[in-house]
């Protein structure tokens, strides 16, 4: 099987990994923490900062890909700290327009290079 890959200009990858994978008419995000593209560092600040970084990653590999914030059907977050919920959610629910996209959302143990958020998403064509 190919794959087709895209990939957001500049974007920070840390690992052996596709920025999103087409399959079919989905297309597949990887998670996206909170780097900042220009420095490839974790931004500062709060869970808010670091979710909206997320989300402009994201979109950034979304639009790459052709695609836009409402084509996506299903997030996945995950948090460092559960107790971040609200505070992500807040920005969260900025990002779409309802009805929104399904979602789950997990309290992990660690995320890669200590961020405090990761989110990936699943897009329909």
């Given at each position: 099987?190919?794959?087709?890959?895209?990939?957001?200009?500049?974007?920070?990858?840390?690992?052996?990994?596709?920025?999103a994978?087409?399959?079919?008419?989905?297309?597949?995000?990887?998670?996206?923490?909170?780097?900042?593209?220009?420095?490839?560092?974790?931004?500062?600040?709060?869970?808010?900062?670091q979710?909206?970084?997320?989300?402009?990653?994201?979109?950034?590999?979304?639009?790459?890909?052709?695609?836009g914030?409402?084509?996506?059907?299903?997030?996945?977050?995950?948090?460092?700290?559960?107790?971040?919920?609200?505070?992500?959610?807040?920005?969260?629910?900025?990002?779409?327009?309802?009805?929104?996209?399904?979602?789950?959302?997990?309290?992990v143990?660690?995320?890669?290079?200590?961020a405090?958020?990761?989110?990936?998403?699943?897009?329909?064509?």
């Amino acid at each position: 099987m190919s794959r087709k890959a895209f990939a957001a200009a500049g974007a920070a990858v840390i690992g052996p990994y596709s920025q999103a994978v087409e399959a079919g008419n989905l297309v597949f995000l990887s998670g996206q923490t909170p780097l900042d593209p220009a420095t490839g560092k974790l931004v500062t600040g709060d869970i808010g900062a670091q979710t909206a970084q997320s989300f402009r990653n994201l979109f950034s590999v979304l639009e790459a890909a052709g695609l836009g914030p409402d084509d996506v059907v299903k997030a996945n977050v995950y948090l460092a700290d559960i107790g971040d919920f609200a505070a992500m959610n807040a920005v969260y629910e900025r990002q779409f327009a309802p009805p929104y996209p399904a979602r789950t959302t997990i309290e992990v143990k660690g995320l890669p290079l200590g961020a405090r958020v990761e989110i990936e998403l699943v897009a329909q064509r």
